[in-house]
């Protein structure tokens, strides 16, 4: 399977814990984006990386958030002293940025689904 | 603040019928936008893809339009399939540089036999 993977498909923790996701992007794409989506809401934007540099991160992703991608392909998403409020649906995404400027098309993955309790 | 409203929020069909999915966005400058199909616990595929310069984009059953004056879009899905039943996502591409998309919250389509 060559689309977008991610790791776990279900995340179940308890309040105050802390929470690792990895994404494997397809492998020729240089762009790689994180959302969350709550449910019955469209995903919302909270970082993205083009190649190894995190080059915009969204209001939403607050300092217990952090996101990194190490060597411009996998990607992981932590969040320290999970709360309730962080239940939702993580998604990755991955594209191929083009010479023109314009966003190129974005794959997205299964997500990952965490649970707050 | 760029926003993408669709409605309705909800929808019921029988198999077989034809729908109409509405998207109004406020983004601008404007890239292209794009309709995502997105099954329960999935992440969204895309369905089409059009620039500001689109009026009519197809893929099978599905056909989007857009009118980039009145900034509003429609997917229209023909002959609906029991396989139809999802969340149908409007996406709109800022032209801004920033790589991010902006979505809109969905239509929850139940096709019934």
């Known amino acids: 399977d060559t689309g977008v993977s991610q790791d776990p498909r279900h995340k179940i923790t308890k309040r105050g814990q802390n929470v690792t996701f990895r994404c494997d992007p397809i492998?020729?794409?240089?762009?790689l984006y994180w959302y969350r989506q709550t449910l019955g809401q469209g995903p919302e934007f909270l970082t993205y990386f083009q190649n190894e540099a995190q080059l915009e991160k969204s209001r939403l992703l607050s300092d217990r958030f952090s996101a990194e991608r190490p060597k411009g392909s996998f990607s992981t998403l932590e969040i320290q002293r999970t709360e309730q409020g962080d239940s939702a649906m993580y998604l990755c995404?991955?594209?191929?940025?083009?010479?023109?400027?314009?966003?190129?098309?974005?794959?997205f993955g299964p997500g990952t689904r965490l649970t707050v309790l | 603040k760029n926003q993408v409203e669709q409605s309705p929020q909800s929808l019921i069909i029988l198999e077989g019928k034809n729908c109409t999915l509405q998207c109004n966005y406020t983004v601008s400058p404007f890239s292209n936008l794009r309709w995502y199909k997105q099954d329960t616990g999935r992440g969204p595929v895309s369905l089409t893809i059009?620039?500001?310069?689109?009026n009519t984009k197809s893929n099978g059953r599905y056909t989007a339009t857009l009118d980039a004056d009145t900034k509003q879009s429609s997917l229209h899905i023909t002959a609906s399939q029991l396989s139809d039943s999802a969340s149908y996502i409007c996406v709109v591409s800022p032209d801004t540089g920033r790589r991010a998309l902006t979505f809109g919250s969905g239509t929850r389509l139940q096709v019934q036999p």
């Open positions: 995404a991955s594209s191929l940025a083009g010479g023109s400027g314009r966003s190129g098309e974005q794959f």
């Open positions: 059009m620039t500001f310069s689109e």
């Open positions: 492998s020729e794409h240089n762009r």
